[in-house]
């Protein structure tokens, strides 16, 4: 158990549809982040929170995307106007003192 | 950005058999990490070794930090060891708010 839940585990929907998921850590944590992992990649950095403030944005974050930590604790990520390029795992991860524990995931397939 | 490279990009191995993944890193780091990701896209959590030496059972992990690489050690592997291995650093930055750049992964094959 690494102390962060995700929902959906997985997300089928159709291109042009609005998505949204959701990550809840278990316990208090200061920083929160939100990775996408294509097909045969590793994990890219998306975006970060240190409590409810989002601190860093990369750039493959574009305006279809936005990310939310509205209290400090549980996130959320929503994608707009989805596209076939969206489908990949969304990963949630947590930082402790020195390392980041990661969430099981969501899944997303953009037919 | 720092880049990662691992190596070899796959494995195939016999039950009982020793490895060693390698990770080579561009710049300086104030973080890495080894995760081993299972066949449900779990990350799981391996080693935190930004310098040094650590083990962990079957596994061990060493971090030359000055010549910017680590390598992750499997001894007598078996088939739970199979799935996808990747390092990750944090750049020593200081805007760099301690986000992980992951390397490519190493695929790992073990056969009974």
């Known amino acids: 158990d690494t102390g962060v839940s995700q929902d959906p585990r997985h997300k089928i929907t159709k291109r042009g549809q609005n998505v949204t998921f959701r990550c809840d850590p278990i316990?208090?944590?200061?920083?929160l982040y939100w990775y996408r992992q294509t097909l045969g990649q590793g994990p890219e950095f998306l975006t970060y929170?240190?409590?409810?403030?989002?601190?860093?944005k990369s750039r493959l974050l574009s305006d279809r995307f936005s990310a939310e930590r509205p209290k400090g604790s549980f996130s959320t990520l929503e994608i707009q106007r989805t596209e076939q390029g969206d489908s990949a795992m969304y990963l949630c991860?947590?930082?402790?003192?020195?390392?980041?524990?990661f969430g099981p995931g969501t899944r997303l397939t953009v037919t | 950005g720092i880049q990662v490279e691992q190596s070899p990009p796959d494995l195939i191995l016999q039950e009982g058999a020793n490895s060693t993944l390698r990770c080579n890193f561009s710049?300086?780091?104030?973080?890495l990490q080894w995760f081993h990701q299972n066949p449900w896209g779990q990350l799981i959590n391996l080693f935190y070794?930004?310098?040094g030496t650590k083990q962990n059972g079957r596994l061990s992990a060493t971090t030359v930090a000055t010549e910017r690489y680590s390598l992750l050690y499997i001894s007598s592997s078996q088939t739970t060891d199979s799935g996808v291995y990747f390092c990750?650093?944090?750049?020593?930055?200081?805007?760099?708010?301690?986000?992980?750049?992951f390397g490519q992964g190493t695929i790992l094959t073990v056969h009974p």
């Open positions: 316990s208090e944590h200061n920083r």
């Open positions: 710049d300086s780091v104030n973080n």
């Open positions: 991860a947590l930082g402790g003192s020195y390392e980041q524990y």
């Open positions: 070794i930004p310098s």
């Open positions: 929170f240190q409590n409810e403030a989002q601190l860093e």
């Open positions: 990750a650093v944090v750049g020593a930055g200081s805007t760099s708010y301690g986000k992980l750049t």
